[in-house]
């Protein structure tokens, strides 16, 4: 009895179930998309090929000097903040580190214009020791053309103060020197 209730209601179900058609459309009109700005494409050679951020297939994270400025990271203690799976440590006042999926070793301090994280597994271009990631520093170069400064001081609660500053000058047409 219980089988035959459960065909009937199968078939009442399939009996009101009416297919839907979509409507006809009479002028169909076609957009093309805008073209692509190619000057904010990212471009990865972590592969010893350059592609596009989008077709790479590892993870990547990057940020551009404007980026880093836009989210406060002033320094590579403030990356952890952004990266998944990075954290940085100051041991004492002489070494650092950044640890990627809990693998780290000694780094640096400089002065960035872009950073980028790549999540790799022993990649090839960066080295054998490379076998959690890298996080790859782009220093800013100087400028050839023409001289520049910047600087800003900041004051807040507590009588804290910070400042930053840059000087580039050029010398000639191959050499320059960039200060921050």
Same mark, same amino acid.
């Given at each position: ?36 700005? $190619? @000057? ?9 090929? =350059?592609?596009? %951020? /989008?077709?790479?297939?590892?993870? *990547? !994270?990057?940020? $551009? @000097? ?9 320094? =590579?203690?403030? %990356? /952890?903040?952004?990266?998944?799976? *990075? !954290?940085?440590?100051? @041991? ?89």
């Amino acid at each position: 009895m219980r089988a035959v209730a459960t065909l009937l209601a199968g078939a009442c179900a399939a009996a009101i179930a009416v297919p839907l058609h979509a409507q006809d459309t009479t002028a169909t009109t076609t957009t093309t998309a805008p073209d692509r700005d $190619d @000057s904010t494409t990212i471009v990865v050679t972590a592969q010893r090929r =350059a592609e596009s %951020l /989008q077709a790479v297939p590892i993870a *990547v !994270s990057a940020f $551009d @000097s404007e980026a880093l400025e836009k989210q406060q990271i002033d320094n =590579a203690s403030d %990356l /952890q903040l952004t990266l998944p799976n *990075v !954290s940085f440590t100051k @041991s004492n006042f002489t070494s650092s580190s950044f640890t990627i999926r809990g693998i780290g070793d000694l780094c640096v301090g400089t002065s960035c214009d872009s950073a980028t994280a790549i999540h790799v597994n022993g990649s090839p271009l960066f080295g054998r020791n490379a076998t959690s990631g890298v996080v790859n520093i782009v220093t800013a170069k100087p400028n050839l053309s023409d001289f520049g400064a910047a600087a800003e001081f900041e004051y807040g609660n507590y009588d804290s103060i910070k400042a930053k500053g840059m000087i580039n000058i050029p010398i000639g047409d191959t050499l320059g020197v960039r200060v921050a």
